[in-house]
T-cell receptor
Framework: DGGITQSPKYLFRKEGQNVTLSCEQN?????MYWYRQDPGQGLRLIYY???????QKGDIAEGYSVSREKKESFPLTVTSAQKNPTAFYLC?????????????FGPGTRLTVL | GQQVMQIPQYQHVQEGEDFTTYCNSS?????IQWYKQRPGGHPVFLIQ?????EVKKQKRLTFQFGEAKKNSSLHITATQTTDVGTYFC??????????FGKGTKLSVIP
């Protein structure tokens, strides 16, 4: 059963702590993405990766970091430098990295920082 | 970077009424994709438009790409409660990545 998994679904952290969100795909897709969704703001791109061991900043990368050591995995770390980390985080993948490629989304992780 | 404006932000309709959401850009787009996100869910791809003036239909949904490739619309005929959700357009142009609109949240009153 192919798809994208994100865990956990809900995550609570104290202010000042770093937290890592996981994203795994078994679709054999080259490209992976992280988006942040806030009410009324749509989807904003945080980071994307076109290939293993390579990634680029999106529109709102400050306070976040990523790694892409394996094709299947693209974890996102929300650091203490991110001023407003509470949000819904969506991971996506696509077979290629062009803008005509369909993106497939995971179920998302809702992060609340207390 | 590339911006796409999506209107309206919210739309409440009576079941059976039609619904339209619009996606506009100041620059020429290469393509438009449309996604639907059900409440509590994640975005799911609906369709892609690439050609100028292109029109595609999926049952009660009609998607259009403008002649100048600067705007697109999604029209739903005779809405049903299953149509509830947020509809996003995502545009490709210039930059390497898709840019998502802010979405139109559709509520259907039974």
């Amino acid at each position: 059963d192919g798809g994208i998994t994100q865990s956990p679904k809900y995550l609570f952290r104290k202010e000042g702590q770093n937290v890592t969100l996981s994203c795994e795909q078994n679709l054999n897709h080259d490209a992976m993405y992280w988006y942040r969704q806030d009410p009324g703001q749509g989807l904003r791109l945080i980071y994307y990766s076109q290939i293993v061991n390579d990634f680029q900043k999106g529109d709102i990368a400050e306070g976040y970091s990523v790694s892409r050591e394996k094709k299947e995995s693209f974890p996102l770390t929300v650091t203490s430098a991110q001023k407003n980390p509470t949000a819904f985080y969506l991971c996506a993948s696509s077979i290629g990295s062009g803008y005509t490629d369909t993106q497939y989304f995971g179920p998302g992780t809702r992060l609340t920082v207390l | 970077g590339q911006q796409v404006m999506q209107i309206p932000q919210y739309q409440h309709v009576q079941e059976g009424e039609d619904f339209t959401t619009y996606c506009n850009s100041s620059t020429t787009l290469s393509n438009i994709q449309w996604y639907k996100q059900r409440p509590g869910g994640h975005p799911v791809f609906l369709i892609q438009l690439v050609k100028s003036g292109e029109v595609k239909k999926q049952k009660r949904l009609t998607f259009q790409f403008g002649e100048a490739k600067k705007n697109s619309s999604l029209h739903i005929t005779a809405t049903q409660t299953t149509d509830v959700g947020t509809y996003f357009c995502a545009a490709g142009a210039g930059s390497y990545q898709l840019t998502f609109g802010k979405g139109t949240k559709l509520s259907v009153i039974p």
